[in-house]
Nanobody
Framework: QLHLVESGGGLVQSGGSLRLSCAAS????????IGWFRQAPGKEREGVSC????????DYSDSVKGRFTVSRDNAKHTTYLQMTDLKPDDTAVYYC??????????????????????WGQGTQVTVSS
């Protein structure tokens, strides 16, 4: 199983940057794709990014493409979401999530929350105008 812990959220002005971290632990730590999701008050949870188990495939929602960058450091079992040019609409609780991938799907990157089995506790990102 996997245990995920997000960190790095906070309050930032519009146009600023934050880097979120997702630290993973557990005996499936080396066999998981990671997704980043966010949920703003009164809105559905939405996918913002994903990265495959092998780190070779990434994807982004249209709203963050060009501003956010996802990466992972497997030696540290940590995935990062570098967020730049933040906007008030980016304000949300950000979650990382994981699903276990078999050996044949090490390059799979899916940005749909229903595919994910393990979730972190979330970290608040607030962007002021």
């Amino acid at each position: 199983q996997l245990h995920l812990v997000e960190s790095g959220g906070g309050l930032v002005q519009s146009g600023g940057s934050l880097r979120l971290s997702c630290a993973a632990s557990g005996f499936l730590v080396d066999s998981n794709a990671i997704g980043w999701f966010r949920q703003a008050p009164g809105k559905e949870r939405e996918g913002v990014s994903c990265i495959s188990t092998n780190g070779m495939t990434t994807d982004y929602s249209d709203s963050v493409k060009g501003r956010f960058t996802v990466s992972r450091d497997n030696a540290k079992h940590t995935t990062y979401l570098q967020m730049t040019d933040l906007k008030p609409d980016d304000t949300a609780v950000y979650y990382c999530a994981a699903f276990v991938t078999p050996s044949s799907l090490q390059n799979l990157c899916i940005m749909t929350d229903g595919n994910y089995d393990y979730w972190g506790q979330g970290t608040q990102v607030t962007v002021s105008s």
